[in-house]
C-alpha cells in the first residue's frame, strides 16, 4: 500500500487578512448596537424599582404616623370612659362649659 501525501491548497494569505479584519468589524458593530440595547432594557427596571421604593418609603412612613395619630384617639376615648376627671377637664377647658353659680376665670398673654 502506497501512502500519499496531499497537501490542501492554502487560502491566500491576502484574503485571510481580509476576512479577519472583516470579522473584528463585525464584532466591534455588534458589541456597539448591544451594549445600548442591554443599558436600555435593564435601566428602566431599575428608575421604575428606585421610584416604587421611594413610594413605599413615604406610605410606610404615613402608616407610622396614623398608627400614632390612631393610638392616641384610642387611648382619648378610654379616658373619656373611665376617667370622669379627664372628662370635666375636657369640658371646661376645651368646650368653655362651667357648673351653675361658678365664675371662670381666664388669663391671657
Keep these: 500500500m502506497d501512502f ?38 435593564f435601566r428602566n427596571p431599575l428608575d421604575e424599582q428606585t421610584v416604587m421604593r421611594n413610594k413605599l418609603e413615604q406610605l410606610q412612613q404615613q402608616q407610622k404616623d396614623l398608627t400614632l395619630q390612631r393610638d392616641l384617639l384610642v387611648s382619648r376615648m378610654e379616658w373619656i370612659r373611665t376617667n370622669t376627671d379627664y372628662l370635666e377637664v375636657e369640658a371646661r377647658d376645651r368646650l ?10 381666664r388669663f391671657q398673654d
Design 96 to 105: 368653655n362649659m362651667h357648673q351653675a353659680g361658678e365664675y371662670v376665670l
Design 4 to 41: 500519499r501525501e496531499l497537501q490542501a491548497a492554502a487560502p491566500p494569505e491576502r484574503t485571510n487578512r481580509w476576512l479577519t479584519m472583516f470579522l473584528r468589524a463585525g464584532q466591534f458593530v455588534l458589541l456597539l448596537l448591544v451594549v445600548p440595547l442591554v443599558l436600555v432594557v
